[in-house]
């Protein structure tokens, strides 16, 4: 089974531009978290998305939004880019809504460098 | 709020010894979910190992093995037979039922492997 696909994997950006992220998550995976990995923050969560709804949302700026799809297929979306937003973003999927054993494990993506300037 | 912490910015160990990492946590929650990830400098994240609190039995997956001490809120992972390909970024993480995704990390350790 193939894992998690992310695209690209490395985009450059200047200031004030928009960015597009994209994530497939593992077959059958229908929950999709994404991460923001920066050294000095370290993983920060996003938010995270199932049957095209989110349902949680960490502590950003609005300028990051995300939507999914009915094939649970996830996008991110950062507006205005600031250099601050120059990180690694980490998408992860889980088996099914409900945490309950194995099914709460998140497995992730290679991940998206994304580098302003 | 749930904070994990890694006690130990990096370490050592020469090939085909053992070594332990540390990680404690901070909750109110009786029942929630621990995990390894490693992430090696390919940047992919891998899990390594999974811990649910309300087992009293520690996880083992090869030669990766926990001590999960509930009371204590510990939770840190043994690697056995060190090899090189086990030189990573190792990332302790917390999750609670109900959480909708959100896995807390703590800051993680830096694991050289030396031959």
């Known amino acids: 089974k193939a894992g998690v696909t992310q695209t690209p994997r490395y985009l450059i950006k200047t200031r004030g531009q928009q960015v597009t992220l994209s994530c497939s998550p593992i077959?059958?995976?229908?929950?999709v978290s994404w991460y923001q990995q920066t050294p000095g923050q370290g993983l920060q969560f996003l938010f995270e998305y199932f049957s095209e709804t989110q349902r949680n949302k960490g502590n950003f700026p609005g300028r990051f939004s995300g939507r999914q799809f009915s094939n649970s297929r996830s996008e991110m979306n950062v507006s205005t880019l600031e250099l601050g937003d120059s990180a690694l973003y980490l998408c992860?999927?889980?088996?099914?809504?409900?945490?309950?054993?194995?099914?709460?494990?998140?497995?992730f993506g290679p991940g998206t460098r994304l580098t302003v300037l | 709020a749930q904070t994990v912490t890694q006690s130990q910015p990096e370490m050592s160990v020469q090939e085909a010894e053992t070594v332990t990492l540390s990680c404690t946590y901070d909750t109110s929650e009786n029942n929630y979910y621990l995990f390894w990830y490693k992430q090696p400098p390919s940047r992919q994240m891998i899990l390594v190992i999974r811990?649910?609190?309300?087992?009293?039995q520690n996880a083992t997956e090869n030669r990766f093995s926990v001590n999960f001490q509930k009371a204590a809120k510990s939770f840190s992972l043994k690697i056995s037979d060190s090899q090189l390909g086990d030189t990573a970024m190792y990332f302790c993480a917390f999750m609670k039922p109900g959480s909708q995704g959100n896995l807390i990390f703590g800051k993680g350790t830096k694991l050289s492997v030396k031959p």
């Open positions: 992860a999927s889980s088996l099914i809504k409900w945490d309950s054993g194995n099914r709460a494990t998140q497995y």
């Open positions: 811990q649910e609190a309300y087992k009293q």
């Open positions: 077959s059958g995976h229908r929950s």
